[in-house]
């Protein structure tokens, strides 16, 4: 596991990160979002040790991370920092190979991975001849060739079509199946969402809530519902502590004061037509984003 513990990091008079501390479960994809500046690129780099803190201590199953543990990590700029005169089969291989590989090995690993990644008909076409969606796939192959045990990726899926992010999400999935701890920073909040395990939020410098998908969730749900009768639900805006958000027939979107007030609701919808569901409505992550950063 990949542990942050009390990051501190300041430019100049500037702090820019503070205090940050989350964890990086193995078999688990975990989503780090925030916005432009919020501190994503920097804790990440000092996760590496790229670049230094002023405090707090990054560790690796309970111990201070060495030169040696970070060997077996993998990581995804967000600058694209491949040689674009070399083919890419032959890039990624040479990587693998800069890992301890041997040339049969790095061979079959950066075949096998281009392949998966969908890159299997360009693997000895030059870095520089591919599109800026292709180029991002090689950049994720070239931080998974040599099979790291933590991979960091920074918007892995930036410039990808949307049959290009399911193929990326799949070869991620598959990694945090095998026991990877999987990193990974991200504006397409509707992609964090559907991949994600564990969700970190940051905002200037600080984390805002760290937690599961669905405890994230249930924190910020408040008291919303949605209900669906197959009569009229128009009487809910007559009821005492609910506030209507949404309306259509006999559906409903529906904030109430408490508990005991969505009881109420509920017992005179089953009196007054058949009622078909009757749920909390769970916020969703960019509902959620939107709040703790205020």
Request: glycine share 10%.
């Amino acid at each position: 596991m990949l542990e942050l513990r009390g990051i501190t990091k300041s430019y100049g008079g500037r702090r820019v990160l503070d205090d940050v501390g989350f964890d990086v479960a193995p078999k688990r994809l975990t989503g780090f979002v925030g916005g432009n500046g919020a501190g994503k690129t920097t804790t990440m780099r000092i996760a590496l040790g790229v670049l230094e803190a002023d405090g707090g201590e990054v560790q690796l199953d309970g111990a201070p991370i060495s030169s040696g543990d970070r060997r077996r990590f993998g990581y995804m700029p967000e600058e694209r920092g491949l040689y674009p005169k070399m083919k890419v089969a032959e890039q990624i291989a040479y990587l693998a190979r800069l890992h301890g590989y041997s040339k049969a090995d790095a061979d079959a690993n950066a075949t096998a991975l281009l392949e998966r990644l969908g890159l299997g008909e360009r693997l000895n076409d030059k870095v520089e001849t591919l599109s800026l969606g292709n180029q991002q796939r090689a950049q994720i192959a070239a931080a998974l060739v040599h099979d790291p045990e933590v991979l960091i990726l920074d918007e892995p899926f930036s410039g990808l079509d949307p049959l290009a992010v399911d193929v990326v999400a799949g070869v991620l999935q598959e990694r945090a199946a095998q026991g990877v701890s999987v990193l990974f920073s991200s504006h397409q909040l509707d992609v964090v969402e559907r991949l994600c395990d564990d969700l970190v939020i940051i905002a200037a410098g600080t984390i805002r809530a760290a937690g599961t998908a669905d405890e994230l969730r249930a924190a910020h749900a408040g008291h919303r519902y949605e209900l669906h009768t197959s009569g009229d639900a128009g009487w809910l805006r007559d009821e005492p502590g609910v506030e209507v958000v949404d309306f259509a027939a006999g559906s409903a979107v529906f904030d109430v004061d408490d508990d005991q007030t969505a009881q109420r609701v509920l017992r005179r919808a089953v009196e007054t037509s058949h009622v078909q569901s009757f749920a909390p409505r769970h916020p969703t992550l960019a509902q959620i984003f939107k709040e703790v950063i205020r």
